[in-house]
């Protein structure tokens, strides 16, 4: 089978990277793998045995006319015979215009929860962009011949919205590593109890959320602190606030690391407050942290991470609600204990019974040949 994936992540083209070598993976399931993303100045055609990269470089602007003329032009090159979008949004439609005229079937993955209320919540120009990226999933859905959900939430939200107008989705969740890692120390600090948040600092991450909480428990304890893990646009918006709230002595922002998981074995609980996730990595790897969960109810909570056995459960937009959770680890360390031993086997248990995940994405796809 010949499959052209059309992505939006440069570490692709990185031949160190991890995406490169699960990419590889897919390649030898799939049979012949083509990918096609935006990548960094100096990114160019490469092909590695039966994995094909190929690089688009140009403004975001551009970025759906290019996508189309580039896939386009792989899929009649190399008769590509299934296009999988990474999203049904910008590289859906590209994927979309690129199969017309063609015998190439699409696929479509859907990654985030795009029809959660807070996906169109936000400042006025992410409010905007998301609820125009819906309409564009209104049209591209509807035209595939598959889909991917990586949780169950988001194939039931699927379901709800399109109904029999779209082919019944494939949950196929993301790949996590269940190898245990080592501890990795924190950096130095005072902090006798230390929550740990790891992710991208964009606005639906909501980290904001975690500082107010912070800001609650530290009048009762004044010795716990936050590590913040990740990069992001909103760093410096997050600073300010850790000002304002006089929290400097109690957060640390330890920006982009590879150990991340290895720092989660050293604190003392794994905090989120996403308003909306598709999946939600971090909370498998936290629980194979073995460091209890305090999280928003989104993504996979619910499903696989059950409130109150698994996990701490809290609204979306709750800081009090995150506070009380903090509380509650702080005070017991039975349920400490109790949360991380249940979600570590949980996510155990959850990843034995996944199978071959690259068999099943090639399984997947084949699928849209035979409709």
Known sequence: MKVLFISNDPTIFDSASDVRARMHTYALAIGELHILSLASKGACDRQEGNLFLHPVHTWKMFRVHVLTRRAHAIIGEYGIEVVSAQDPFEHGLAALRAVR???????????????????????????????YRRRIANRVLPAAAGIRAVSERVKASLITRYGPRIQEPSVIPVL?????????????????????????????????????????????????????????????????????????????????????????RSAQAFIQASAYEGYGRTLIEAALARVPIITTDVGIVGDILKNNEDVLSAPVADPTALAH??????????????????????????????????????????????L
């Open 176 to 264: 996590v590593d269940a190898i245990a890692l080592v501890p990795v120390s924190l950096p130095a600090h005072s902090f006798t109890f230390a929550l740990i948040a790891v992710g991208r600092l964009e606005p639906e991450k909501r980290i904001e959320d975690i500082l107010v909480a912070l800001k609650l428990v530290v009048k009762k304890y004044p010795m716990i602190g936050l590590c913040i893990v990740g990069t992001g646009s909103k760093r410096g918006r997050l600073e300010r606030i850790t000002r304002s709230l006089n929290l400097e002595k109690h957060v640390l922002f330890l920006g982009g690391r590879p150990d991340a998981r290895g720092l989660m």
């Open 325 to 370: 959770h903090i509380l509650k680890l702080v005070e017991d360390n039975a349920v400490r204990q109790g949360l991380s031993i249940c979600a570590e086997a949980t996510a155990r248990e959850y990843l034995a019974l996944i199978g071959d995940l690259p068999s099943r994405i090639a399984d997947d796809l084949a699928k849209t040949i035979s």
């Open 101 to 131: 005229g063609t015998n190439a079937r699409l696929h479509v993955q859907v990654h985030t929860d795009f029809l959660s209320p807070w996906f169109v919540r936000g400042n006025m120009r992410m409010a905007f962009l998301n609820r």
